[in-house]
């Protein structure tokens, strides 16, 4: 027995807006299940771009300011070692 399975393609006209943003009409992130703050992976296939609804959920994190303020006192390189790596970059411009 032999099933055959219907694709139903849906076509939109949408906007390019600033900063290259595009909203998916709503009709179909309702009918996908996509929420407000979800991710989507995106995809440039030859003359494409394929957005696709992610099925297994993508660990991210929020940080707060104070803990991004931290990362950056512990990621700070000390004096002598800022020093030299200074004087390499001017070196090479």
Excluded at 24 to 42: C, H, T
Excluded at 50 to 66: A, C, D, G, H, T
Excluded at 67 to 93: C, E, G, R, V
Aim: proline letters at 3%; aromatic letters at 8%; charged letters at 35%.
């Amino acid at each position: 027995m032999q099933t055959s399975s219907k694709i139903t393609v849906q076509e939109e006209w949408l906007k390019i807006l600033t900063k290259g943003m595009v909203t998916i009409p709503k009709s179909w992130r309702d009918e996908l299940g996509i929420k407000e703050g979800e991710m989507v992976r995106a995809k440039k296939s030859a003359n494409k771009i394929i957005i696709e609804q992610v099925e297994k959920k993508v660990p991210y994190r929020l940080y707060s300011q104070r803990q991004l303020q931290q990362f950056l006192i512990d990621d700070k390189l000390p004096k002598k070692l800022a020093d030299k790596a200074a004087k390499f970059w001017n070196k090479i411009k």
